[in-house]
């Protein structure tokens, strides 16, 4: 099975995070990062991960804007889908990571095969998510700036979950 992770980082956070979850999936990982790739090689894998910070009033980062077309036109029928996203939970409690859940949405609408990872909610405060449904997160949560202790131990876990559906 090829894996590819779609991924778009402003900071540096969101790369990082991309790297370890391939790291810790040990499989044959290839990293995309939409700040200088696009789609047009999705074709190509059997499973994708996609992973976005949320940013200002839960917002696409604007690599995922300047993609976000072509998004949307994707069939994703034979794809196996994860999810990963980024936020600030303390700063911006009423969308934390709401651009993960705006991904998710696009991804249930393009026709997604399977969508793996769903995660708890709980050692999280905030009051609102677009990434909430049937009270889980759609895919894994990071928050660098406030539980970033807890990063690695949340990467380890997800992709021990999820390793075996992609």
């Known amino acids: 099975m090829s894996i590819a992770i779609?991924?778009?980082?402003?900071t540096g956070n969101t790369r990082?995070?991309?790297q370890k979850?391939?790291?810790k999936l040990s499989k044959d990982v290839e990293l995309?990062?939409?700040?200088?790739?696009?789609?047009s090689e999705i074709d190509k894998?059997?499973?994708?991960?996609?992973?976005t910070p949320t940013w200002g009033d839960g917002n696409l980062q604007d690599d995922w804007e300047e993609n976000w077309q072509e998004f949307e036109k994707l069939d994703l029928s034979s794809k196996t889908v994860a999810l990963f996203g980024l936020g600030d939970q303390d700063s911006y409690g009423d969308y934390f990571v709401n651009a993960m859940g705006t991904i998710y949405e696009q991804a249930v609408k393009n026709g997604a095969k399977?969508?793996?990872g769903f995660t708890s909610t709980d050692g999280y405060d905030f009051s609102e998510s677009k990434a909430v449904v049937d009270n889980q997160f759609v895919g894994l949560v990071i928050d660098e700036d406030n539980q970033s202790e807890l990063t690695d131990e949340r990467i380890a876990a997800w992709c021990d979950a999820i390793r075996d559906s992609l």
Do not use: C, P, Q
């Open 6 to 10: 779609y991924y778009a980082s402003s």
């Open 16 to 18: 990082e995070v991309a």
């Open 21 to 23: 979850i391939a790291e």
């Open 32 to 39: 995309i990062d939409l700040g200088s790739n696009d789609f």
């Open 45 to 51: 894998y059997d499973s994708v991960i996609f992973g």
């Open 114 to 116: 399977k969508i793996v």
